[in-house]
């Protein structure tokens, strides 16, 4: 009974530590040389305004975690939409979530911090250079690979607050309309001057008719 029991212990030992080694689901691998690379979101889903990062795992050949990338070390460009709406980032650095100095984090692991604002495809291009090997490697989101990014209203409760996008568009609004409405003010407001103008030049004329027909006036009742 005791071997028993200190089997089932190793057993379930043994799964535990495969469980914490194993990396996020939802992530796919490209291979760059004699390293595998195992990318995808931090967290997930993905959800837009919600911070969060690009998750890399490096392993060897033997597949044995890599926490040393060289002196170039890798860098990921984000991209989001398609064709003329494509927005790129730029090149984010890869850092190791592992701390030698305290043993804290997980071998292999590497982040770059990112807060997605828009709901979407995301395309990960993840370059540089592990020890002497040149990395490129992409992959966009989809159901083999990582998430899409969606907007957060489904699980919010008890109040759905504006996305992002909603709230720039009502933003957008809002100024469109305070614009339209400085306009029409400075022109009433140039139309109420020239109003005014028209009535002092009015005035004026007025004042020098009526000094000219009292001149005409004098001058026939002296001749």
């Known amino acids: 009974m005791r071997r028993i029991r200190f089997s089932l212990g190793a057993i ?3 799964t535990a530590g495969l469980l914490i080694a194993t990396p996020a689901l939802a992530h796919t691998t490209k291979d760059a040389g004699p390293y595998h690379l195992t990318f995808g979101w931090r967290n997930e889903p993905a959800y837009t305004g919600a911070e969060n990062a690009v998750q890399l795992f490096v392993k060897d050949a033997k597949g044995n975690p890599v926490d040393d990338l060289g002196t170039k070390g890798l860098t990921v460009a984000v991209t989001t939409g398609t064709g003329a709406t494509a927005k790129t980032s730029s090149p984010m650095t890869l ?3 592992f701390d030698p100095d305290t043993g804290l984090g997980t071998h292999g692991e590497f982040d770059a911090p990112i807060l997605p604002t828009t709901a979407g495809t995301y395309t990960f291009h993840i370059t540089g250079d592990i020890s002497g090997t040149a990395v490129d490697v992409s992959a966009a989101s989809s159901d083999k690979t990582f998430a899409d990014v969606t907007d957060p209203t489904a699980i919010e ?28 003010a400075a022109a009433a407001k140039s139309s109420a001057s020239s109003s005014k103008t028209v009535a002092i030049i009015a005035i004026v004329v007025a004042v020098v008719l009526g000094l000219i027909a009292l001149v005409a006036g004098r001058g026939k009742k002296t001749a």
């Open 95 to 97: 850092t190791s979530a």
């Open 12 to 14: 379930a030992l043994a």
């Open 157 to 184: 409760f008890p109040v759905q607050t504006q996305t992002l996008p909603q709230l720039s568009s009502a933003i957008t609004t809002l100024q469109d309309r305070v614009a339209s409405a400085q306009s029409a």
